[in-house]
């Protein structure tokens, strides 16, 4: 074959500035449907002629070749391999390589791994098998290759069988093989990002599925290695924090964020359509993750551990959006572990309690008062220059509780930097709620248990910090987006399970703190504390998409809750706040006729409830005489004649 020039420029990597010459392409390979591949760079340029140029690299390749005819026996094949590539007195064999047709490196690189592939399950085999694997990471870093959709499914082929075969097994021994396993895995990870940059978007569904299952096996492999670190630190120390014990500790939190974000990135393209058996191997995985990372009720708030949370749920999204079977033996876990990240990231900074709207400046003025002094230099006219940090939490906090906010925050950069959003973390926290509601749409029925969870049985318009709700984020989130998906996630759980709602939910008093509550008065407790925190918010909110979402909550609420079964003023008090909102003319036009329309929707619900209440029907004569509204009077007034007969 015609050799290329005998030193070749290495072309630079993500982070080097080194460049290199484009090499032709063989007119034989381009109708093949294959690609090349450029290689990363080398801190040195790599000599050919020390290494006889492509001598060494053929000569080894050709005897495999010739040996393999006759198919060797395993341990025959091992032999082989160690003393043709893995030899310390073997030549360069990556330099020799580098001057070779991109066409006859991918060739030889294929051959290698079907070869190589075959030797597992053999004694030794390990340390032959990271040795192919390294030595195919070099010459694909380095050289050019040009490998087809046939050849990178024999490459996977043979990292599925390392990493069952070499990687495992290192587990249980000492810790030098175990470093070994983690950079043999580092270039696992590497050998697959050339195949997505090469066949990323063309890819077929055979190879987006075998490169999840070559990721579902890294994946077990770290975390093993996460569970060894773990067990070895002591009781002291944990392996949850980044770099707590080591570099290497470090190093696994980062391979395993990207590994998810690889595992995303594939699951956006395949989740509707990958098989049941793979798709039972994702949430395998991923329970196993999850279990672990929430195994001490301790989730870290930090940079890199809200990169691999928000990386890992969305992981979870989308295999819990396109459910290939039963989920059931999974709720209980899944839900008791995503709902630690219902505030993740607002622990530190958040009130016990909602301070009164109507008391906003005075809660201001009071706190304020209690901030470090400033020299009068540093003082603006209107007082609040140079604001200390208790001002500053007091501003935010005034702001935030009121429950107002605004159509711009709704946006991609929604309150990151003014809410003290340092990490991202709403991401993992929205995220986690789209989770809860995959699986209400799922499997709503195994969800029934567990809404003591993810509603509050009382109080709720205090603030949870270690048992947080769905109505905590509806209600004290910052972030908007998060409140909405929450209110949106209320909404499926209501609309899901209203039948079962209507017929087994009562409301009785509570009883003594920790005495055996029925899961009949735990729902009505909890519809009764869903009505207190979606009517506070309605009477307050004023951002439009947030308003929709608490009215379709409130429309849901209204048609499941068995009022009967209720304080009797409940529907009542629901009948004189919308009627009341009806009055309201701080928005404009549109905006009013919008309200108007979700609050008759909700007025409708209520009317509609049997059997029929005579608390109801004289709420409804009260409230027509005081509405000067002359549609909605005369609206009101038509449902009221309906209602009484």
């Not at 690299?57 to 094949?77: F, Y």
């Not at 929430?294 to 959006?321: D, P, Q």
């Amino acid at each position: 074959m015609t050799s290329l020039a005998k030193s070749p420029k290495p072309l630079g990597g993500p982070n080097l500035s080194v460049s290199r010459s484009r090499v032709p392409i063989p007119p034989q390979a381009a109708t093949t449907g294959s690609r090349r591949r450029r290689p990363m760079a080398s801190t040195t340029s790599t000599p050919t002629s020390g290494g006889g140029g492509p001598r060494p690299w053929r000569t080894a390749l050709l005897t495999l070749r010739d040996e393999s005819v006759a198919s060797p026996s395993p341990s025959a094949l091992l032999a082989l391999l160690r003393r043709l590539l893995l030899s310390p007195a073997s030549p360069s064999l990556v330099a020799s390589a580098a001057v070779l047709s991109p066409h006859e490196v991918g060739s030889d690189v294929v051959f290698l791994a079907e070869k190589a592939a075959t030797v597992p399950p053999c004694a030794g085999a390990d340390d032959v098998l990271r040795g192919v694997c390294h030595l195919i990471h070099d010459v694909m870093c380095k050289t050019n290759t040009e490998i087809d959709s046939s050849g990178w499914l024999a490459l996977l082929k043979f990292l599925h069988e390392l990493l069952k075969c070499s990687v495992e097994g290192a587990r249980v021994k000492g810790l030098s093989d175990r470093t070994a396993a983690l950079n043999t895995l580092s270039e696992c990870m590497q050998i697959l990002r050339f195949s997505r940059k090469d066949f990323g978007r063309s890819s077929s569904l055979t190879e987006n599925s075998h490169v999840l299952r070559v990721l579902i096996l890294i994946i077990s492999c770290l975390q093993a290695e996460l569970n060894m670190t773990d067990k070895s630190n002591g009781p002291g120390t944990s392996s949850y924090i980044p770099g707590s014990t080591s570099n290497k500790n470090s190093n696994t939190w980062d391979m395993k964020i990207s590994a998810f974000s690889m595992v995303e990135d594939i699951l956006c393209k395949i989740a509707s359509t990958i098989s049941e058996d793979l798709w039972r191997s994702v949430v395998e995985v991923l329970r196993k993750v999850m279990d672990f990372v929430t195994a001490r009720n301790l989730i870290i708030e930090s940079s890199i551990m809200s990169r691999f949370y928000t990386s890992f749920l969305r992981c979870l999204h989308l295999v819990l959006s396109e459910p290939k079977g039963s989920l059931s033996g999974h709720v209980a876990g899944f839900v008791a572990n995503l709902q630690m990240f219902l505030v993740y990231g607002l622990r530190s900074s958040l009130p016990s309690a909602i301070p009164p709207k109507e008391n906003k400046t005075e809660f201001k003025s009071r706190t304020s008062e209690r901030g470090r002094y400033k020299p009068p230099h540093l003082r603006k006219k209107d007082g609040r220059g140079n604001d200390s940090v208790d001002d500053r939490s007091s501003d935010s906090e005034s702001s935030r509780y009121d429950l107002g906010s605004s159509d711009s925050d709704l946006s991609d950069t929604d309150g990151h930097a003014k809410n003290g959003d340092h990490f991202r973390s709403s991401k993992a926290r929205l995220t986690a709620i789209l989770c809860i509601q995959d699986i209400c749409r799922a499997d709503p029925k195994s969800l029934t248990s567990l809404w003591p969870l993810l509603l509050p049985e009382n109080d709720v318009l205090q603030q949870r910090k270690y048992r947080a709700t769905l109505m905590t984020c509806l209600i004290f989130d910052p972030i908007t987006k998060v409140r909405v998906e929450a209110a949106s996630t209320i909404a499926a759980m209501l609309e899901g399970q209203a039948l079962v709602l209507t017929q087994v939910a009562e409301y009785k008093e509570s009883s003594k703190p920790g005495s055996f509550t029925t899961l009949s008065c735990s729902l009505g407790q909890i519809l009764m504390q869903l009505h207190t925190g979606v009517m506070y918010l309605i009477q307050r909110e004023t951002q439009a998409t947030l308003l929709a979402a608490l009215f379709r909550v409130l429309i849901f609420l209204i048609s499941a809750t068995p009022y009967a079964r209720m304080p009797k003023e409940l529907l009542p008090n629901v009948i004189t706040a919308m009627c009341s909102r009806l009055l309201d003319r701080q928005s404009n036009k549109n905006e009013h006729y919008a309200l108007m329309v979700n609050v008759l929707s909700c007025l409708e619900a209520a009317f509609a409830k049997a059997p029929p209440s005579s608390d109801v029907f004289g709420v409804l004569i009260d409230g027509c005489a005081e509405v000067k509204c002359g549609s909605c009077s005369s609206s009101l007034y038509r449902r009221g004649n309906a209602f009484q007969h």
